[in-house]
């Protein structure tokens, strides 16, 4: 029934925009009138309507987001043709879960990424047109926290919506849809499900696609399986932190818990994420002894980070005198401000860590060297593009001119590194479709907590981490 289901994906050749996925989730709950409910769960904070399909009256319930971070759409198109085979195809109910779908969780984000959504899908194009917020107005991250120093309680309207539906639905099983932007696929799970591993990495093989065997996105997160993860929590980045740098960890991270915590305090849920690339390149699925160590590879990565953040972080300073704000021009303002000061303490925790670990005097694997001296330099280009879109048509020539050439000649020394493929959208959502039906047939015969148990999520988590 899963391969059935997976050969039907349509042939996607673009991301739709916020209007399109609302207009199909209309459209479907017209169609399938019976057995589909749209509802607004919320709104935004530039007052859109954050709309969720409820489908299927099964015992177990199941809550689907996508957007988290609205410069990863391949999540709304894994909703959007998962949430049509739910209204016609009778066979899933047997997986019997009652499905709560939110194809975009932040709408105001989303559209500003739009301009890159219908391609064409190179770096450059994405980056000039490329949106991510800074971490305290990502829906992902800013559910409430107490831990230590670190005090968040200020949760966003669109999280404050996700948080009353996970509250109302209690799921057994959470998906936030997430993606990279490129390097190979690979897993976060909340809690050990071995069983899936080798279908999660049967999955992969069967489109063709690597596995991500490259440096983890954190040192302090822990691997469970080739490319699968255990889902880390803010504490354990606020941990890192304060271990590897100076400062309070509290100001440098200025975020709240995730998703998947706040669904453990209010049920025994199972979250899967699946981050999915845009590009790869054949280098990061390569295992075999590359000629640098794991901590040259890791330091190679933090002073580049640290070189061309400063570049970034200037060249904003300097615009930031002559630009009028605005509130169009807020949202990139806000993104570089941040980013460029918290890339410079993530990096030299990276640095203090990478100098003290003597495990990492080992050789790094092609895939390593790769993830630290290719892979990595690319977020660059994408926090140089939030400073080209704030500068642009401001009257500032000079500055605009010089950040555009800055962009081109990053996006050139890339395509000198990488001999990158675009990867197609249909491969991408087979894979997190089926993904999410592997799953939920793993629940129906897993063995998980019983619901109601009021250990707190700080003991969980400190449960698990001894």
């Known amino acids: 029934m899963f391969d059935e289901i997976l050969r039907e994906v349509p042939n996607y050749k673009t991301f739709y925009t916020v209007d399109e996925l609302n207009d199909s989730s209309e459209q479907l709950a017209r169609e399938f009138h019976e057995s589909v409910e749209l509802t607004r769960i919320g709104r935004s904070r530039n007052k859109e309507d ?34 049509r085979h739910l209204a016609e195809d009778e066979r899933l109910e047997k997986l019997d879960f009652t499905w709560y779908i939110v194809k975009c969780i932040d709408p105001d984000g989303t559209r500003l990424n739009e301009g890159w959504f219908k391609g064409p899908f190179n770096p450059l194009h994405v980056a000039m047109n490329f949106y991510r917020p800074p971490n305290y107005q990502q829906i992902e991250w800013t559910f409430p926290v107490d831990y230590k120093t670190l005090h968040w309680h200020k949760p966003l309207p669109e999280t404050r919506a996700l948080m009353r539906l996970i509250d109302e639905a209690k799921p057994a099983f959470l998906y936030s849809l997430h993606n990279s932007f490129f390097g190979g696929v690979y897993y976060y799970v909340g809690t050990h499900c071995r069983p899936l591993y080798p279908r999660f990495r049967r999955l992969v093989e069967n489109e063709n696609l690597p ?74 699925a390569d295992t075999s002894d590359s000629d640098v160590t794991q901590r040259d590879a890791i330091l ?31 949202p990139f303002s806000d993104a570089v401000e941040y980013f460029t000061k918290r890339n410079i303490d993530y990096a030299i925790a990276d640095k203090n860590w990478a100098m003290s670990d ?31 879109r704030y500068v642009k048509g401001t009257g500032n020539r000079s500055a605009e001119s010089e950040v555009l050439a800055q962009l081109q000649a990053w996006s050139g020394e890339l395509n000198r590194q990488a001999s990158l493929r675009v990867i197609p959208i249909r491969s991408l959502v087979r894979v997190q479709l089926g993904s999410a039906l592997l799953a939920c047939s793993y629940l129906q015969n897993a063995k998980i907590a019983k619901r109601g148990s009021r250990a707190t999520h700080t003991q969980r988590m400190m449960q698990e981490r001894r």
């Open 50 to 83: 954050i709309l969720a399909l409820r489908i299927g009256k099964g015992k177990k319930n199941a809550v689907l987001f996508a957007l988290p971070h609205p410069n990863e759409p391949i999540g709304a198109m894994t909703l959007e043709c998962f949430s």
């Open 211 to 284: 596995l991500h065997l490259g440096q983890p996105e954190a040192p302090f997160i822990k691997k469970l399986a080739p490319a699968v993860f255990k889902a880390f929590w803010v504490g354990e980045s606020y941990d890192h932190q304060k271990k590897y740098t100076n400062k309070d960890p509290a100001k440098t991270l200025r975020m709240g818990a995730s998703s998947w915590e706040y669904a453990m305090r209010v049920a025994d849920t199972f979250s899967l994420i699946v981050e999915m690339p845009y590009w790869y390149d054949s280098r990061i």
């Open 300 to 330: 190679h990565a933090s002073d580049m980070a640290l070189q061309r953040n400063k570049f970034i972080r200037q060249k904003y300073l300097e615009i930031r005198r002559k630009v009028r704000p605005s509130k169009d021009r807020k």
């Open 358 to 388: 003597h495990s990492l005097r080992r050789r790094a694997s092609v895939a390593q060297k790769f993830d630290s001296y290719v892979a990595q330099e690319s977020y660059d280009l994408f926090w140089l593009g939030m400073l080209y």
